[in-house]
């Protein structure tokens, strides 16, 4: 399946969870729910299979760093004796890295996949919302006179075509903003921080293919409801929070899943404190330059990996305290020795 098919599908997916819940900031947390909860079994294997390396390598290091003690720079001697104790083990980094090697895959296939849709869509969307209030204001600029012939409206009330247009584009965005709004952000197809709710005029201008005065135009039917949403007010669609929350709770999922990974007493290497910093900077680059919905999916993702990482690092630990060591790094079927020692057996008996 190509990107591209992928893409489809989720935007298809998403539109099913709104249709179901109406509103698309509801719909993502849903989704991303749902989604993390099927991929899970592939989180169990990972880090079932980490943290039994860790434990095991915690056990092995005392050995690994006499090696390099012993043998200084002589790297060739010291792969050779590693993978030695590695087989006096029954250990080895290679069934670890091929199951983090298939999560990472399918986590970044989902992710990137992802954000490309939900951008495009999201480009989509407010194109679509902006057209139907602009739609509004014309249909009821052209009808107001009708309107009026038919008693339906009042001039007392609406005192010319402009206000009564207005009126009805505002309607209009009002029945848009159950489904496009979410908490405090007023449209989850813009970002949480200090920009406006609305595409902008240059955008649908071009969609629209407007020129000469049919753009002067739409740009006066654009600034007039534009302005009569907003008000005096500039309009700001967020607070940053979702931003900063996406930085805080990566964080906190990373630390707590290294923690809880790592056998008691083990210090984090530098390598997970790099993570834990850069995970969360990354994050909030794409939060910044994403919509509220892609957004929304970040947080919630880490949120759910939080807990689930908890759990199962707890489940495990549960677990291996009762497992021995032993258990742990013995032969699955010792084929071969076995099968020496029972021909040497029968070589005796025949004698």
Known sequence: MNGMLLADLWTHIIDLFAKWIVNYGWAIVVFT??????LTPLDIMQRVATQKQSRVTAYMQPELDAIKKKYGDNKERINAETQKIYKKYNTGMGGICLTMLLSFVVTAVVFFTLYGSIRSYGTSKLY???SQIDSAYVTAESE???KLDEDVISVDVYA???SYAIDMAKEKYQQLEKRNSWLWVKNVW?????VSQFISFDSFANQQ?????????????????TSSIVGEGKDNNGYFVLIFLCAIVNFLTQFLSMKLLAPKGQKLSMMNIIMMIVLPLSMILFAWTSNVVFTLYILTN???????????S????KINSKKSLEELIKPKVPVVEYSRNYNAQNKKGKK
Do not use: F, H, P, W
């Open 128 to 130: 679509e919302s902006y």
């Open 190 to 194: 813009k970002a949480d921080r200090n």
């Open 314 to 317: 707890l489940i495990m630990r």
């Open 209 to 225: 293919n407007l020129s000469g005065e049919q753009r002067e135009q739409a740009r006066e039917r654009y600034n007039a409801i």
């Open 302 to 312: 880490s949120i759910m990996s939080a807990i689930i990482s908890t759990i199962i």
């Open 33 to 38: 729910v749902v989604l993390k909860l099927v």
């Open 144 to 146: 107001y006179q009708q």
């Open 160 to 162: 010319d075509a402009k």
